[in-house]
């Protein structure tokens, strides 16, 4: 034969093969999240558990609330002795200006002042006593326009 070129063809017959299917039914994502987040959640409330049950845990409350304690007793002190100062301080201030206004006072001139003012009030109520006397004892007036009869 002479070298012929006789082109091949190939064909492939269409087989009916069943479509590949999984072994395992499908994964169902949310519920496999909601899984393995129940088991997260419960790891950690028991290891919460543990960690607040735990003797460490125990020592390292007591010690924040004594140190906690003792720094309210620190400040509470120091703003009472700020505090005492302060007031100890205004009351001296307000004591040496009474001393001062005690001192400058020319009492000489406050006594006459003050005396006087009482001079002039007991005046007025005098005078409004001796009208009330004086219209207590005139004779009472006549008002039908008619002379008295003598």
Not at 33 to 55: D, H, P, Y
Request: aromatic residues 2%; without cysteine.
């Amino acid at each position: 034969m002479a070298e012929e070129q006789i082109p091949i063809k190939i064909i492939i017959p269409a087989e009916e093969e069943p479509p590949l299917t999984p072994e395992r039914p499908p994964l169902n994502v949310t519920e496999q999240a909601l899984t393995v987040g129940r088991k997260i959640g419960a790891g950690a409330r028991i290891g919460t558990k543990r960690v607040w049950q735990s003797e460490t845990r125990k020592k390292v409350t007591g010690g924040v609330r004594r140190g906690t304690s003792a720094a309210v007793r620190t400040g509470s002190r120091t703003v009472r002795r700020a505090l005492v100062r302060v007031s100890e301080r205004q009351a001296r201030k307000k004591a040496a200006a009474v001393r001062t206004r005690i001192q400058s006072t020319d009492w000489k001139q406050e006594a006459k002042t003050g005396t006087a003012r009482s001079l002039r009030w007991l005046s007025r109520k005098m005078s409004r006593m001796a009208d009330k006397v004086a219209a207590s004892k005139k004779p009472p007036q006549d008002t039908s326009g008619s002379q008295p009869a003598e």
